[in-house]
């Protein structure tokens, strides 16, 4: 599976061991690659196995020779579940999917006596993890190591930022080797501290390219400088400080007034909100303006839509030509079972709104 395609992405084992299943970069045989890895691992995935998190995730636990926790109710996110898992399995790696399971998660805490002293690793992927929610996971669990990681079944890990209490942030990651920003033309890479809004790219072992599309794969995977890169589709810049600013999904974005806004920097800014329990933002068609940014919001139990509070706050985040130009107020976000978004519905539910 791929982020949102059904094309297969074919890796070479040795390539998967390394850069999807957090196998030594180093290691030449098995036995070296055993002798490095880590022992001890007692990994809880939240998402199903189908998703690429769960599945890596599950990987790597089993080739370091650790111990894979499945959840005793497995057809929903059980947050009674997670943390009686936790205690009881004494397990010490979390596997969560952004803001859809964190908020849940994080409800399930309150009020909670279960004793998570040796849950050690906290870590999101698949979806962004809003700094304010890694916050009141640091609140609960200030030992935790929160850990922001991106990748992609096209470029395997890529990413990760390490998260601190009073030092959350969403949406930027350190640089690390084979990491690069190329240019929108795909014609050259890009230096730090450059102005211009280019691909993140990633070069080094890579997949062989998508499963019987040649097309897809010239243009995922192309060659700039006589270097193979993997371009999985997100927008980024590399700063003069060495870090990499991600701007969102290119499918995702939506042009409005003859700009590009990328629907995850609204999404964080209206969720910063103490009331939103979550968001996902979408453009419907405007006379005005070509495309206009629409807000579909879940608030907690309780509250009443307040726009121009909401407003208030994403002010504090993102420029004002990125405000949405309406809210949709839902009591449900329709998400897929790993927790990602799904911005066709969020289109059709904004669009149905204006209509009625």
């Known amino acids: 599976g791929t982020t949102g395609m059904p094309k297969g992405v074919l890796w070479r084992n040795a390539d998967a061991v390394v850069e999807c299943f957090g196998g030594n970069k180093t290691a030449t045989t098995i036995d070296e690659h055993v002798a490095a890895a880590p022992g001890g691992l007692r990994s809880l995935p939240c998402p199903p196995f189908m998703h690429g998190a769960a599945h890596w995730i599950a990987m790597r636990t089993w080739l370091s ?34 803001d859809a399971f964190a ?40 030992h935790v190591m929160m850990v922001d990681g991106l990748g992609s079944s096209e470029a395997g890990g890529q990413l990760s930022q390490l998260a601190t209490s009073g030092n959350a942030s969403t949406g930027t990651f350190p640089w690390s080797p084979q990491n690069h920003i190329l240019s929108e033309d795909l014609t050259k890479e890009l230096q730090a501290g450059h102005e211009e809004l280019g691909w993140l790219a990633k070069s080094g072992r890579l997949a062989l390219g998508y499963l019987g599309d040649e097309a897809k794969t010239r243009k995922t ?122 911005y066709r519905w969020a289109k059709q539910t904004a669009v149905d709104a204006a209509a009625g």
């Not at 009020?111 to 870590?123: A, E, M, Y």
């Not at 979408?282 to 807000?295: D, I, L, Q, T, Y």
């Open 65 to 98: 020779g650790g111990t894979i926790i499945v959840q005793s109710v497995p057809e929903r996110l059980d947050p009674d579940d997670i943390w009686g898992l936790v205690e009881r399995e004494k397990v010490n790696f979390l596997l969560i999917v952004g």
């Open 221 to 342: 995977y192309p060659v700039v400088d006589g270097v193979r890169y993997v371009v999985p589709g997100d927008r980024a810049r590399l700063t003069a400080d060495m870090v990499i600013e991600l701007h969102g999904r290119d499918s995702v974005t939506i042009n409005s007034g003859g700009e590009k806004i990328f629907a995850e920097e609204v999404e964080a800014a209206v969720k910063a909100h103490p009331d939103v329990y979550d968001c996902v933002v979408a453009g419907r068609p405007s006379e005005r303006w070509g495309n206009e940014v629409v807000a579909i919001v879940r608030l907690k139990e309780g509250r009443t839509p307040d726009e121009a509070a909401l407003l208030a706050e994403a002010e504090k985040h993102i420029a004002r030509y990125k405000f949405p130009k309406a809210f949709v107020f839902v009591p449900e976000i329709v998400r897929s079972p790993a927790g990602k978004a799904d």
């Open 103 to 142: 908020r849940p998660l994080l409800d399930g805490l309150e009020g909670s006596t279960h004793d998570l002293s040796g849950l050690l690793n906290i870590l999101s992927g698949g979806a962004p993890l809003s700094a304010h929610l890694k916050e009141e996971f640091l609140g609960h669990m200030p």
